[in-house]
């Protein structure tokens, strides 16, 4: 432990090779290897003194990432020349030519058709700043709704998707939460030690129609008619009405996949998966 | 007793250097200019008694040259005569002095020389002028201090000495004197790089660095990275860390325990260091604990010493100005439709009531001029007032509900944000250079008509603060185009005319809310300008940046009225004091300080933060300070005692605001984690024993009780909140730039 610390702080220098590579690009061709040396140490001194400053801008402008911008800063603050010629993107911008006993370097610029230029159409327009308000906390209480995370933390709506028979149902909280405690003691420490004030999970009880239209779906996705497998794939593929039916389908066809795995019946499966496909459309993600 | 000698002499240097300082005649407050600038000066560190004869006269040649080459040969001559000296000896010596530093130039050692002698200012006055020009420590004098020195290859050995002697103590002495090694350990270090010894000072990093506590890694990469004595000169980090001394609280017992062991070893070395480099703050009494040395230490300096925490400082409150409220008509019938005009009445008498008592520790009402309330202060005021009687009592079990404004679509380039104290408007600084308004209220902004429209307006009209306004350019937001850098630090003046913005480019920009275009720009930082706040009564504003001062503006002064300087780096975010006559500033050197406006002096450091400091809180009643870091720690101070009264650990990031809400029941925090989080301010504050005992000693028992005193947590989706604003209700407002991946 206390080597691995010590080998990070350990100061690292650039290659003498690649000082001699610097040197060559820049036309000085023999360096000595004490020069190469020296030269190296310092320059990657003044790299991490410049990434050090950097540091502070990336802190104050909120990131998390360290931007070419806040190396321009930093080399402002340095009084260093900042670096220009970014925007090229090749190596030398020039060309070469000669003829006629001339040898001439030369700015490669194509003829442009004005034309095209006009005609094609301007490019979208970056999306401006706007303002969203919404609520993150009603009474000390975080309201469930698309803008805030989901009200559940990650592992246990992983444990619940992975194992949706152990989830824990609203009817069985006592079991379930000896279950969970067995399981995955972390997860339920965590959220005991940040004190989570969640909305408790509310049942969600579908209407009557609604259990009747899961009813009808489920048993065409399954069922021997193509043309009402057909329609009913269309109708959860493009209702709009469905979020709050998502997850008992979700449930179902998990179910039913496990279930139909294990009995090797193929067809089954393959309608199941036909209507995950259509359940995924582009509507409503 | 490094302690006792030093104390007075660091006095009398103060006492000379003040004056010089900033005799700019724009003060406009009563009381003396801007002090205090150079009270962390290094030249007070520079040896000034006991010095043997030989170095007296080096200091005249050095005297002598600096004359010359500033052609003042009536002045040489005179000198020459009354020293006594000879022209053959002046060079003799000259040779002599050069030759002390092993490898130095001659040009690089008189140099020296000469700022050493600007602070001996009794031997030639007559170039005092010309010398304090420049106040900037220089580096070479700051150096110097460390050619003397001793067989680098036995360093080592000096060092583990030291340790295995610490490690063998007792127990209770043990912590106490483990805090030596670090402060050794960079000495030692910096010695080694600078006397040339550049393996010797990488075996010995490497043997020792594993060592260190671990809140001094970032401060060991920078070191690491220092191995040659061309680094040394022009890197702040060392002359920060060689012009403060470091301070160190030992108790008696443990101090007498390692000078007997320094004094039988005979080891020099390390006495040396600790004479010259450390500050020692003795105290009487049981030796501190592990944790209680652990929660004060971390800052670049060591911890504050004690006696700079005794000043007095006001922190009561200002008396609120007498305000006849109007019985306004309009909303006494709506009241009385609602049937209780009765219960208003009663609770307008009691806040006129609490509002006239003089609280014994706030400053005198005048003691910083303080702009005179216009009319439309006072019809604020009123509203204040009423929106107050409507304010929700927040506690443990009244939470607070919390408004998230999103900006979306700022490609991470949101870098500060500020609400009005009334909550309408809201402006955030970006880093491409713009500030951008918005209108949270259903009223749109509008710019006020150009002039030639404004004359065919009459002026005796009742309505002409609304005819003014130029209809057509209503809009929800608006872009104040005129930095040329990310802008760092947005404030709204309390009337809601102006608004602040600092900015990369080094200058505070002044813009007018009702014309929206940039009225002042205030240069001077120079450097980047990273917080800039209002006054809470308007008119000054103060302003910290990359120059490691803080700067006190007025609006109508280009020129800063006060210079804040002590920092050992960058200061990071400042806060007026609700009462106005304190301004409280973060830095990169992991301190909060609290400035006096009045004199400008430093009246507290708080040390005990393990990282920079980035936000910064005043509780609404002005007694207690909370500050929070990029370490994830918020931790709280009672201003007048100078103590640090809890740490509240849970966040995982940097802590880019601090929040108490209007009655100080609750303190809110956002972080760069996502997450919001409330904490008991009260149950926090009153938890706190402080008895005579911690207060003259200024040693904590910290509870550990974060998770007690959280009150919740609430995550954004992927939205580092930036900024806090408890409403006049105390509805919380918490803003911040989504991250889209």
Known sequence: MAEERRQKLCSVILPTESMKAMAESVGVGSLQEDSCLALSEEVSYRIKEIAQDALKFMHHGKRRKLTTGDIDHALKIKNVEPLYGFQSQEFIPFRFASGGGRELHFYEEKEVDLSDIINTPLPRVPLDVTLKAHWLSIDGVQPAIPENPPPVPKEQQKTDSTEPLKAVKPGQEEEGSIQTKGQGASSAEVKGKEKMRMKPRSTHELSVEQQLYYKEITEACVGSCEAKRAEALQSIATDPGLYQMLPRFSTFISEGVSTFMNYIYLLMLLFLLASVTWLLQPVRV | ?741
Not at chain 2, 8 to 33: H, R
Not at chain 2, 619 to 641: E, Y
Not at chain 2, 674 to 696: G, I, P, Q
């Open chain 2, 1 to 741: 007793m490094a302690a006792v000698q030093d104390g007075p002499m660091e006095l009398d240097a103060e006492k000379e250097t003040k004056p010089e300082i900033l005799s700019d005649g724009t003060s406009n407050l009563s009381g003396n200019t801007a002090s205090g600038t150079l009270s962390s000066s290094p030249l007070t560190a520079a040896p000034a008694g006991g010095a043997p004869k030989m170095e007296d006269q080096q200091t005249l040649i050095a005297v002598l040259q600096f004359l010359k080459r500033n052609k003042l040969t009536d002045s040489v001559e005179i000198l020459r005569r009354e020293a006594g000296l000879g022209e053959d000896q002046e060079d003799s010596l000259a040779t002599d002095g050069s030759g002390g530093g092993k490898g130095d130039g001659d040009g690089g050692d008189a140099h020296s020389l000469l700022s050493r002698v600007s602070i001996t200012s009794a031997v030639a006055p007559q170039n005092m002028p010309v010398k304090r020009a420049d106040d900037q420590p220089d580096v070479s004098v700051v150096l110097s201090a460390y050619s003397q020195q001793g067989d680098p290859s036995l360093y080592q050995v000096y060092y583990s000495g030291l340790k295995n002697f610490i490690e063998s103590v007792l127990d209770c002495h043990r912590a106490e004197l483990s805090q030596l090694f670090y402060p050794l350990f960079v000495h030692m270090y910096l010695e080694l790089v600078y006397n040339n010894h550049e393996n010797e000072a990488k075996a010995f990093f490497e043997k020792f660095s594993g060592d260190q506590e671990c809140y001094y890694q970032d401060d060991l990469r920078v070191l690491c990275g220092l191995t040659k004595k061309e680094h040394l000169k022009g890197n702040e980090a060392l002359l920060d860390f060689r012009t403060s001394r470091f301070v160190l609280r030992i108790s008696r017992d443990s101090y007498q325990l390692l000078k007997r062991h320094l004094q039988e070893r005979h080891n020099n070395q390390i006495w040396n260091i600790i004479q010259e480099h450390l500050y020692i703050d003795i105290f009487d009494g049981m030796p501190r604990s592990k944790s209680q040395i652990d929660s004060m230490s971390g800052s670049l300096a060591g911890e504050a010493r004690r006696e700079v925490n005794k000043a007095k400082v006001f922190y009561g409150l200002l008396k609120e100005p007498e305000i006849e409220v109007p019985l306004d008509d309009e909303d006494e019938e709506a009241e009385n439709e609602e049937g209780k005009p009765k219960k208003k009445k009663t609770k307008k008498d009691s806040l006129g009531s609490k509002s006239k008592k003089q609280d014994p520790n706030a400053p005198q009402q005048n003691r910083i001029p303080l702009p005179e309330l216009k009319d439309s202060d006072k019809l604020d005021k009123i509203m204040y007032m009423k929106e107050s009687t409507k304010r929700i009592r927040l506690g443990p079990e009244n939470l607070p509900s919390i408004c998230f404004y999103t900006f979306l679509n700022a490609y991470q380039g949101l870098t500060a944000v500020d609400f009005t104290d009334d909550s309408s408007l809201l402006a955030g600084g970006f880093a491409d250079s713009t500030v951008r308004v918005w209108s949270v209220t259903p009223k749109k902004l509008r710019k006020v008509k150009s002039a030639a429209d404004l004359n065919m307006i009459d002026k005796e009209s009742d309505d002409v603060l609304e005819r003014i306004m130029d209809e057509k350019t209503a809009s929800e937001s608006k872009i104040l185009y005129g930095h040329s850098g990310p802008v760092y630090g947005v404030s709204f003046s309390p009337d809601r005319n102006y608004l602040l913005s600092s900015s990369e480019d080094g200058t505070v920009r002044l813009w007018s809310l009702l014309t929206f275009t940039c009225l002042v720009g205030y240069k001077g930082h120079n450097y980047p300008v990273w917080d800039t706040q209002f006054s809470p009564f308007g008119y000054y504003f103060v302003s910290g940046g990359h120059d490691r001062v803080a700067r006190l503006w007025a609006t109508d002064h280009y020129q800063p009225l006060r210079i804040f300087a002590g920092h050992l780096a960058d200061v990071t975010c400042t806060r007026f004091h609700p009462n106005s006559n304190y301004v409280a500033t973060g830095s990169t050197d992991r301190t909060v300080r609290l400035w006096d406006v009045l004199n400008g002096n430093c009246v507290r450091i708080f040390t005990g933060h393990k990282g920079p400091v980035h936000s910064l809180a005043f509780s609404p009643n002005g007694k207690f300070l909370a500050s929070g870091s990029t370490d994830g720690r918020v931790l709280l101070w009672d201003i007048g005692h100078g103590l640090m009264i809890g740490e509240l650990k849970g966040h995982t990031d940097t802590i880019y605001a601090l929040k108490f809400s209007r009655d100080g029941e609750i303190l809110a925090s956002g972080s760069m984690d996502n997450t919001v989080r409330l904490w008991d301010s009260m149950k926090a504050f009153d938890e706190v024993e402080t008895d005579d005992f911690t207060a003259t000693t200024g040693h904590i028992h910290l509870p550990d009780n974060s998770q007690e005193l959280l009150l919740g947590t609430y995550h954004s989706k992927s939205t580092p909140v930036t900024h806090l604003h408890f409403t006049r209700r105390n509805l919380l407002l918490a803003a911040g730039g989504y991250n889209s991946q």
